[in-house]
């Protein structure tokens, strides 16, 4: 078995240095800390292991009940079992006051390292906090974090306004949840601004409502009075259903009086009649994907990057032509 030792005659560095790295628990250059995690990786030495302790890493979600969140997780701790790693959960329910004690609660494990899913990346005080290596997933990556895992949320916008409008309609309402507790949902809104620019069309001020609870109660009465829209685009899903369901408490039929449409591809959706067109996000990939870049950045000393994930557009028969 590798010792500290060795692991510091290979990088080149005291024995000090070498366990302040691997237990992240003082300075190091980050030359210095790509030094000793390659030499540990190479010699196959585990810090953790040395204290008889399985590794962990440590995962931020936003809710655990989300469709989304859950099957990204799901494929995290999947890659993490065949790591020999165990997984840390924790949840902010969209709140980003919650977000940096929720990241302190993780680090009191000493993970190997973390992947978050914040709010904001711009504004989350969890991201202000000396960090082990940390992946960003659905978050778009930030000058101190520069690995991410991400889809193309504000192409994804563009791209299911640009087909709302091929099928005829031009008063497209954006209904999302609050956007200071989801930047994803705010690059969706941007992209549906981005089309209606494109095409010459006035677009409607987005509709936010808070994203935990409630999606079953949601009214829509005050909007559809003042709006009118054609056609509603959801931020996400689980809030699609919610639109259809309040739709047809105004006595109104999808899509023969109104088109929905959402985001994620979560597969209830698949399961409605008639099925929901959505943009499908490969969560289960993507969650796979932050989990293995992970392991190679803490343990093989990878640089960090951003990879982007492709999305789809999948049409159901919650839209129709008018």
């Keep these: 078995m590798a010792t500290l030792e060795q692991v510091a005659f290979r990088a080149g560095c005291s024995l000090a240095t070498a366990s302040r790295v691997l237990n992240r628990n003082g300075p190091a250059s980050d030359l210095m800390v790509r030094k000793v995690r390659r030499a540990a990786a190479e010699l196959g030495y585990h810090a953790a292991g040395r204290l008889g302790r399985r590794p962990v890493i440590g995962v931020l979600i936003p809710s655990i009940t989300n469709p989304v969140f859950a099957s990204s997780l799901s494929s995290i701790q999947n890659r993490m079992l065949v790591a020999g790693h165990g997984v840390l959960i924790a949840q902010s329910n969209y709140d980003p006051a919650r977000e940096a004690d929720a990241v302190a609660a993780l680090l009191n494990d000493r993970p190997t390292g973390l992947i978050l899913t914040v709010c904001d990346p711009s504004t989350s005080d969890a991201l202000l906090a000396r960090l082990p290596p940390t992946v960003l997933l659905h978050n778009l990556p930030t000058a101190q974090f520069p690995a991410a895992v991400t889809a193309d ?140 870049l992970l392991l190679d950045m803490a343990e093989n000393a990878a640089p960090a990057r951003h990879l982007d994930v492709a999305y789809t557009l999948r049409r159901g028969g919650t839209v129709r032509a008018i």
Excluded: C, W
């Design 153 to 292: 949320n504000r192409g994804a916008g563009r791209e299911v306004t640009t087909f709302l409008i091929g099928m005829g309609h031009r008063r497209i309402l954006f209904l999302s949840g609050n956007f200071a507790a989801s930047d994803r949902a705010r690059l969706r809104y941007k992209g549906y601004l981005d089309a209606m620019a494109e095409s010459g069309l006035e677009p409607l001020d987005a509709v936010q409502i808070p994203f935990v609870g409630g999606y079953d109660q949601l009214d829509l009465s005050d909007v559809m009075t003042s709006l009118s829209p054609t056609a509603i685009i959801a931020s996400n899903d689980l809030l699609a259903l919610g639109v259809i369901g309040a739709l047809k408490r105004e006595g109104l039929s999808v899509p023969g009086d109104v088109s929905v449409a959402g985001f994620d591809g979560i597969a209830i959706g698949r399961l409605i009649d008639p099925p929901l067109t959505t943009i499908e996000m490969p969560d289960a990939s993507m969650g796979a994907t932050a989990a293995s």
